[in-house]
Structure formats: C-alpha cells, structure tokens
C-alpha cells in the first residue's frame, strides 16, 4: 500500500493515520499549478515530486536494488504501529528465514516482522472494504430503522382511532372494549416484525373476543352482565352464527395482504444489513493472505516504501481473494430488484397505512352489521348457549385517554400514506446505483485505492517494474482457475448461506 512517512515524499501519511485516511489521501498537484506566493514551497515539494520519480523509474529500469540503510522502513513501520521498532533492522540482511517476501537481494524485513505485515496486510483490506461499504450499509440500515419506526406509529394511531369509535359512538361499552382492541394491535405489531404467526387466526380472534361484548351492550342489553362462562359460549360460537357478516373476512383480506408485503420488506431490509456485515468481514484463505503480504508490504523489505502493485497485478489477486463476493452479485442484484418491485406494490388500497387507518371503519360496519342481525343472532345463541346467565353489572364508561397520543396524531395526517409511498420510492431510487455493488467491487478497490496510476513504474510481485505481463483473470468462483497469483479452492460456507437467505427474501 505504500505510506511514506514525513519526509519520504508524497502521499506520506501522518503519524497514526488510519489505512482508509491514507488511501484516500489527494495526489499532489502539478508543479506548475502552485501560485508564485507559495513558489518557495512549490519548488521544494516540485524537487521532491521529481526525486522520487526519477528514484522509481531508476528502480524499475534496474531492477529493486538493496536499499543503504532500512531507515525508510523503520519509519514506516514505527508510523504504522505495527511492532516494536527494536525488531527492524537497521541495515538489509540476508532473508534466508523470510517464507513469503523472499528476495536474493539482502532484505529489511525479518520473520517476525513478516508475520506482523501479513496481519497489517489483512486488516488493511478489512478496512478498505468497510470503508467502500459504508454508505450502502448506512443507506440500508438508516431506512430499516426509520421504516418500522412510522409502522409502529401506524399501529399506534390505528388502535388509537379504533378506541375513540367506542368511545364516541359505544361508550357503555368503551372500557371492555378497549382491552381487546389493544390485543389486536399488539399481535398486528409481533406479525409485522416477525413473529411466525397467522393474520387470519389474530383477526379471528379479535371478532370471538368483540361478540361477547357486542351481544352484551348492543344486541340484547340487560341491567346486568352476562356470565364469564356465557361469554366463553358465545365466543366459541360467534363463527357460526356470523353476528358480523362478512366484515371479519374481508378484514382477513385486507390485514394479510397489507401486513405480509410490508413484513417482507422489513425482513428484506434487515436481510440486506446483514448481507453488508458479512461481506464486510470476510475470512480470507491462508493463499489469499500471503498473496495480500506479497502485495502491499513485500515490497518495504526491498525499501520500496513509496511502491504500489500494478494494476494487472492488483486485479488479480483482490479478484482472487473477493471471488466469494463476486458470487454474491447475481444475487445481490435479484435482491434490489425485488425490493424495488415491492416498494411499487406497497402503495394504494391495500397498503399498509390505508389499511391500518380505516381498521375502525371496518368495525364500525361490523357493530352496525351486528345491531341489524340482531333478532336473529339473538336467536342462534338461545340455541347454542341458552338463554343469558348474568351477574351484577360493572361499571361501564371510556377509560380511554384521546388525548395521549395528540403528538403522534399531528405527525399523521389523511396524506401520510402518500409520504410514506414518497419515502419508498426515494431509499429505492438511492439504492438502484448499488445493485451492481459486489460485481465491480474488486475492480474499483484497484483502480481506485490500491494500484498504481498509468504510466507509473509499479509493484509485479517480486520487482518494480514498467508494466504486469501475466494473464489477468475475470470474477467469481470459477475465472480463478488459471489465476497466476492465488489459488481459489471454493466458496466459503459463510458466503454461500448469505446467498442461500438473498434466494430465499427474493422468492418471499
């Protein structure tokens, strides 16, 4: 990789400087760019632009000579923290113990040392793909975060909605009510992030616990309450006789088809996060570790401090060592698109917001409906349960508070469901330009970060040289074959579940 420390030149990294910091640092301008207030400064770093230039080509043309001294690479490696400096040498020696940066020449480095840089060697490509990842992982997880937070508002607001129709229009029995309106919305909620559960049998379940209730204060009021073990009866019988009509059915429809695309896209969402993580911290085989050594530090036992591979020679060794991730691509890209394609569905009638909001609508028609049934439901029941068995009446009334949730009422109003499409539709379009991410992802490291510029002598593995002349091979598993550079054996477990789950969130 390359860092000079001060006074070695150009792209010399600051004591302590992370990887990412120091890849990233500007290309000095051209010496002719300086402004004449500054022509005293732009002669001294022209001088050293220009030392170092003839110093590379001098290499290149020669062959890498042994160093003088290995006072450039003490600096280096004491800047880079990566061991005590007392194990550098001060002057080349013969490297005859070296297993990976092995030379003819004398050498700088010594085992040890060798064992530090290929731990370097490693955790500087760790850093480098976090840092390529960052705004893609941040993307995904900002917009997973803020997604379940606005759902958790829908709920909130829909069982608040649905609570203030009984308090409104059936305040006697408000307060029994309200409890199992609030069981509803918590299952909606356990459904919606993940609990492996069935929006028919929690919509079911709300009208069997409403019918008691309902048969209660609307169909055959009395000045007493029916029994626990009468409502028990009427719950288990409210399927047959129907007191609802069709509204629990239609509720099933609409609950279901809202609530499983929006908990796909959560699932997807966080799917995608942990896609980055892993890829983030990838475990590299023991070849693709030595040939990272043999790339980015080999080269500082030679004195080559100021050195960067070829671009050739880079592609083939980040294209070995990323092979797994080049597999991921396919995939990755089916996963956006879905994802896309979902986004698009979400919006109109069966959204979720739509659906959710006018929940209380629903129970409204299905409380009306009740009352219209009500001599002949009155009826079924006599049948099946018997006459009511009562006991002294409690006391009714709306314990329901309208005004607690007036903070979370303004931040929705009627036009929320087109915001929360908007929304959709913006972390979609932010996303689009990434689905390529992990089939270019080893191409741009080097073009970008790693190898060195056109024209430039560079880094072959063993020398500097004007230009890499063995075979560059393509991406993925199966190109690495006939990689000169690094030996791929096969997919890593790791990286082949994550593919297995992308599959799977796609066909969800």
Known sequence: LGWAGPGEGPGGAAGGASPAAALGAPRPRPCGSWRRSRAMGGKSLCLGVLTVAVLLLAAASQGAEPPPSCEAVRKVFQLRRLGPLGGVPEFPRAGVDLQVCTSKNPTCCTKKMEERYQIAAKQDIQQVLQTSSATLKFLISRNAAAFQETFEVLIRLAENYTSTLFCNAYRSMAAEAAVHVQEFFTDVGLFLFGTDASTEEFVNRFFDTLFPVVYNHVINPGLTDISLEYAECLR?????????????????????????????????????????????????????SRALLRMQYCPHCQGLTLSKPCLGYCLNIIRGCLADLAEVD?????????????????????????????????????LVQARINGPEVSEQVNKICGPPVRKPKQSPGCSFDQNKDNQVLKMFSRDSEQTLTNRRKEFVRHLRPYRAFYGGLADQLCASELAAADGLPCWNGGDLVRSYTHRVVGSGIKAQSANPEVKVKGTDPVISQIIDKLKHVIQV
């Open 330 to 366: 396919l995939h990755w890209q089916g996963y956006i698109q879905a994802l896309e394609e979902l986004s698009g569905a979400l919006s109109g009638v069966h959204s979720i917001e739509h659906v959710l909001l006018n929940f209380h609508s629903l129970v409204h028609d299905a």
């Open 236 to 288: 288990a019988a409210r399927r047959d006789i129907r007191p609802f009509g069709n509204i629990p059915k239609k509720a099933i429809g609409q609950m279901g088809g809202s609530l499983l695309p929006s908990r796909a896209f959560l699932q997807a969402l966080s799917l995608g996060v942990e896609v980055i993580n892993t890829t983030d911290h990838l475990r590299f085989s023991r070849e693709c």
